[in-house]
């Protein structure tokens, strides 16, 4: 196995309420990617503008805070081999309604204010160890192996 990282992955208010928790862990499971570290947590204020931080001053951005505060996430962090890259192409482009049918938010979107789901940046370097330290205490994440590891990589 080569490149192995993990990456920062968040279902979204919306997709909690929708219970779409569920589906959304299935897929990652599927593809062959692991969970290493899950929080199901309120998104404080300080939280959001720190994590949106980049966007600060845009036009949405009061929005964006106001949702991603608006209930509970399920924040993960997932890992493989080229992860970051993976879980991004898997979620789909940031508008849903620009998002091919066949990926998260493709499948589960259709208004660019309610996407379901965050992924760090895999063209933002750095982006995935920074929102996984946001999110994540090192004691919180798990260092384990999984039986079929040798069957989902040469
Ligand atoms: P990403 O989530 O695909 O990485 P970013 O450009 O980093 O996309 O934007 C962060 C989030 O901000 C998006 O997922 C979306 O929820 C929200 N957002 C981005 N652009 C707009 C906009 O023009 N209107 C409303 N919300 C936006």
Known sequence: MSDTERTFVMVKPDGVQRGLIG????????????LVGAKFMQISEDLAHEHYGEHEGKPFFEGLVDFITSGPVM???????????????MMGETDPAESDPGTIRGDFGLDLGRNVIH???????????????????????VDYETVDETWLYE
């Open 75 to 89: 924040a993960m962090v997932w890992e493989g081999q080229d992860a970051t890259r993976q879980v991004r192409r």
């Open 23 to 34: 589906e959304i862990i299935s897929r990652f499971e599927d593809r062959g990617l692991k």
């Open 119 to 141: 992924g760090s940046d895999h063209a933002d370097d750095g982006a995935n160890e920074r929102e996984i330290d946001l999110f994540f205490d090192e004691d919180e994440l």
